[in-house]
């Protein structure tokens, strides 16, 4: 039973832990032109959407592929670095980050014919927020005005209005975005699936877009079999840079990640954007795919929280003595066979404002000195680390216990959860009873991502229980600071408090390891763990 | 005979409440909240929460919520799973296949393993029922999905290239023969062995004993008598055999990337839909009570002494 059976098991695990977002990356891509296939057929990897394809909906990596290839919005993001350009945007201006006057590009199309307009924007964000339509991804719409109208913190109470009143229409092709403070991220947030457009059949009749969905998007919707094959196909008047280069693709259901590993070695399939086990193991990948093997930054940060409801963890010294336990050089050269690379800060390397080594000697290996603070902190017992048991990630957790009880001679065990809803539950009902994995992959490449959900209190990721006025402070004042590079310094002086306290301890960073198939000339991926669908280049 | 028939057809119904309501309640009764790990590493948003538990009637008692579900039964609605799609639309792309690669195991099992059998209970303790045993016994003992990699491994591209390294998303017969194979040989064995020792025993049967003293040939003794006879145990076998071979193929299906029913059940038990397991389950339910009717019915052409009033 077991490698398909881990596989299957390992798929929620994967999906939830990857979200979305990428439209595509800017300009053509290299020296491939002539000899491809403009006409081609690609086929990539893809597992079952967990909800309706509506963007605001998918904030899993299997819906929210699909939804990224239908959808274009405002701001795009570099396939490269996860920079923001301006998409469908033709200019988006504010003096203060709190009111933004945002023109859009004339003569985008939806996919049924009719014209992309301001509207569109304003009615496709209205509705995702609007409670009743119970749309996931629907708080990320909170900073703008009138938020509390549509969407109540009640969630028993009707709303007042279905309408925010931050959103103004201009003119066809314009409005004006209030929010309810200054927020300097915006114009990167919205770069993010849930601001999507909507067209207007989308309006009259939701449920027979939810069988068929229609974007502005690079591709068209063709077809849907459940559980095994979503078919698109190059839609010819899109306008955006990030046009595609080939007619069809197909996004592959596959139920194990290991046989589309096989298909993809034969040709059977094109694209994969994550690797099975297997695979990874001896870097086996390297010798199946060669030159084929496809790599990326990710926006991902894996750490171990500790979470403060439980007494043993209020005192620093335990964390910083337990953090500096692990040999992250060691686990992440063996265990996790190279496919990852010890982590020494609370962002991701490649985002803006990342800088190494934030979290200092107390992210290094370090026996003495993790000894030595053990000692002074008199803690006594049993350390665990919890987590869910499947998708691989059981192992590097207990390969960081076993470091823990070598070095500091401190009995510890790796508590496993069957499957992700099951550890979520624990962690999100704060019953976890020692430290948990608590991973993270950011929404949209900015380092606001990184810091408000986790370490903000009451943030919605915020495993630790995390709490510190001085920090909270800094990032409200961080995100009210209109001029982007002063707002990075104020979230940088808050991660240099963060790394001081140290509620969670930074363990890893993966390496996005994806492949394509021969029949693929060139194929790169985004930032976002997704194939960069315009730097597909078909063999003729 | 058509009062017989009509009567387990009416037993049906008790049969099929009892156990939708039984599975129901079981998926229910599983401790996990369906919303965990729904929204990725953070909670989901309240009202969408609010909101999907009135759509989907969750927050009804058991009771309740069971015969809503039922009361869409009956009109041919089996409701919409978290991602909404239908569940009447995926078990309608999903079954045929299973059913498909069913059928085709079910033939590989039934005529390789009552050959095998024949041959081997004819020929007691020969070269042949020797290698039919210790292969026999290989195949108990290896895993399904050991058998599904090793034959993949070696009959796709990176062997002799025989077969692609997973099937198509609707699957024709000649692509699903060897998953089918995989999926029947460890039931294969089994019926082997049963009707080997079927035959062996049925061999010094008195009416054999007659046959032979009639001066019948060998062929209309073993084939006429002794088979039909033989066959009792290994009609049984093969009747309840389909439903497993249905329900429990979620290995071979993950193994060939097959969209089957088997995963469907998977799929709904981990993301705790209980109307999609219950859908599948009860139609799972209904092939085992037809099948087993269909062998009670074939007892009687076996066998002319057994009759059915």
Redesign the interface.
């Known amino acids: 039973?077991?490698?398909?059976?881990v596989?299957?098991?390992a798929l929620?695990a994967a999906l939830?832990?990857t979200?979305s977002a990428c439209g595509g990356g800017g300009g053509s891509t290299n020296a491939t032109d002539g000899k491809d296939n403009p006409d081609g057929t690609v086929s990539i990897y893809g597992t079952?959407?967990?909800?309706?394809?509506f963007p605001a909906n998918t904030?899993?990596a299997g819906?929210g592929k699909v939804t990224d290839s239908l959808f274009s919005r405002l701001v795009g993001y570099k396939t490269e670095d996860g920079a923001p350009y301006n998409l469908m945007a033709d200019s988006i201006k504010s003096d203060d980050a709190k009111v933004y006057n945002i023109k859009i590009k004339q003569g985008w199309k939806f996919h049924d014919g009719t014209e992309v307009k301001a509207k569109n924007f304003v009615d496709a964000w209205n509705w995702a927020a609007y409670?009743?339509?119970?749309?996931?991804a629907?708080?990320f719409f909170a900073p703008i005005a009138g938020f509390e109208d549509v969407?109540p913190a009640d969630?028993?109470a009707k709303p007042a209005k279905d309408k925010m009143s931050g959103l103004e229409l201009v003119g066809d092709y314009e409005f004006k975005v209030t929010l309810n403070g200054p927020t300097s991220v915006f114009t990167t947030m919205i770069g993010y699936t849930p601001f999507s457009p909507m067209a207007d059949s989308f309006f009259a009749d939701p449920k027979a877009a939810?069988a068929k969905p229609i974007g502005n998007g690079p591709l068209k919707f063709v077809s849907r079999?459940?559980?095994?094959?979503i078919k698109m196909e190059r839609f010819d008047d899109y306008k955006g840079e990030d046009k595609v280069h080939f007619k069809t693709l197909d996004y592959?259901?596959?139920?194990?990640q290991e046989?589309?590993y096989?298909?993809l070695?034969?040709?059977?399939l094109d694209f994969m954007e994550a690797l099975p086990p297997s695979a990874k193991v001896g870097e086996k990948y390297k010798a199946d795919l060669g030159d084929a093997v496809v790599t990326a930054n990710l926006l991902g940060q894996s750490a171990i929280a500790f979470p403060q409801y439980i007494d043993a963890f209020k005192n620093v010294k335990l964390r910083q003595a337990v953090s500096m336990a692990i040999n992250r050089e060691q686990i992440t050269k063996t265990v996790l066979a190279g496919s990852y690379v010890p982590s020494t800060s609370f962002v991701s390397p490649g985002i803006k404002g990342y800088r190494a080594d934030t979290c200092g000697e107390y992210c290094k290996f370090n026996p003495e000195k993790a000894k030595q603070l053990f000692a002074e902190s008199g803690f006594t017992g049993k350390l665990t680390i919890q987590s869910n048991q499947d998708g691989g990630r059981k192992e590097p957790l207990e390969a960081a216990c076993n470091s823990i009880k070598q070095t500091l001679g401190v009995d510890c065990e790796f508590v496993g959860a069957t499957?992700?809803?099951?550890?979520?539950?624990i962690v999100?009902g704060k019953q976890l009873t020692g430290m948990s994995r608590s991973?993270?992959?950011a929404d949209y490449p900015s380092i606001e991502n990184f810091l408000n959900?986790l370490y903000r209190t009451g943030g919605?990721?915020n495993d630790s229980n995390y709490s510190n006025p001085e920090v909270d402070a800094l990032l409200k004042k961080a995100d009210q600071t209109a001029n982007e590079d002063e707002a990075i310094k104020i979230y940088q002086q808050a991660e240099d408090l963060i790394a001081k306290d140290l509620p969670s301890m930074p363990t890893w960073n993966e390496k996005g390891i994806g492949g394509r198939s021969k029949n693929l000339l060139d194929a790169k991926m985004s930032f976002k763990r997704q194939g960069a669908l315009e730097s597909f280049r078909v063999k003729a | 005979m058509g009062r017989y028939v009509l009567r387990r057809l009416l037993q049906l119904i008790p049969v099929f409440l009892g156990t939708t309501f039984l599975i129901y309640a079981l998926v229910w009764a599983i401790p996990?909240?369906p919303f965990?790990?729904?929204?990725?590493?953070?909670?989901?948003?309240?009202?969408?929460?609010?909101?999907?538990s009135q759509?989907l009637n969750l927050n009804d008692p058991l009771v309740i919520q069971y015969f809503k579900y039922l009361g869409n039964l009956l009109v041919g609605d089996f409701g919409t799973t978290?991602?909404?799609?239908s569940v009447g639309?995926?078990i309608a792309?999903?079954w045929p296949i299973t059913l498909k690669m069913g059928i085709i195991a079910l033939i590989i099992e039934a005529v390789i393993g009552i050959v095998a059998g024949v041959l081997t209970g004819l020929r007691k303790q020969g070269f042949l029922d020797n290698l039919v045993l210790v292969s026999t016994l290989f195949l108990i003992s290896l895993?399904v999905?050991v058998t599904?990699?090793v034959l993949?491994l070696y009959l796709?591209?990176?062997g002799f290239d025989l077969m692609?390294?997973?099937v198509s998303?609707?699957p024709t017969f000649g692509e699903l023969i060897l998953p089918g194979f995989v999926l029947g040989s460890l039931s294969m064995a089994y019926v082997a062995r049963l009707t080997r020792s079927s035959i062996v025993e049925n061999r010094r049967a008195d009416y054999v004993r007659t046959a032979i003293a009639k001066g019948q040939p060998q062929s209309r003794v073993v084939g006429i008598h002794l088979l039909r006879n033989s066959l009792i145990p290994v009609i049984t076998f093969l009747g309840t055999d389909l439903g497993s071979l249905m329900g429990g193929a979620?290995?071979t299906?993950?193994?060939?990337?097959i969209?089957g029913i088997g995963?469907?059940i998977?799929?709904g038990i981990?993301?705790?839909e209980g109307i999609m397991v219950t859908g599948i389950v009860t139609l799972l339910v209904l092939v085992y009570l037809l099948m087993s009717l269909i062998v009670d019915l074939l007892y009687a052409v076996l066998d002319p002494r057994i009759r059915y009033e």
């Not at chain 2, 299906?253 to 990337?257: K, Q, T």
């Open positions: 039973m077991s490698r398909s059976r596989a299957w098991v929620p939830a832990m979200l079952e959407p967990k909800s309706t394809l904030t899993e819906g409670a009743p339509n119970a749309q996931q629907a708080s969407h969630e028993n939810e079999t459940p559980n095994a094959l592959k259901i596959y139920s194990s046989t589309a096989q298909d070695v034969a040709g059977k499957n992700f809803g099951a550890f979520r539950q999100d991973d993270w992959s959900p919605s990721s | 996990q909240d965990a790990g729904k929204c990725g590493q953070r909670p989901c948003d309240p009202a969408y929460i609010a909101e999907m759509k978290f991602n909404g799609v639309e995926q792309t999903s895993p999905f599904g990699f993949r796709g591209p990176q692609d390294t997973s998303s609707d979620i290995v299906e993950g193994v060939f990337n969209n995963g469907l998977f799929r981990q993301e705790k």
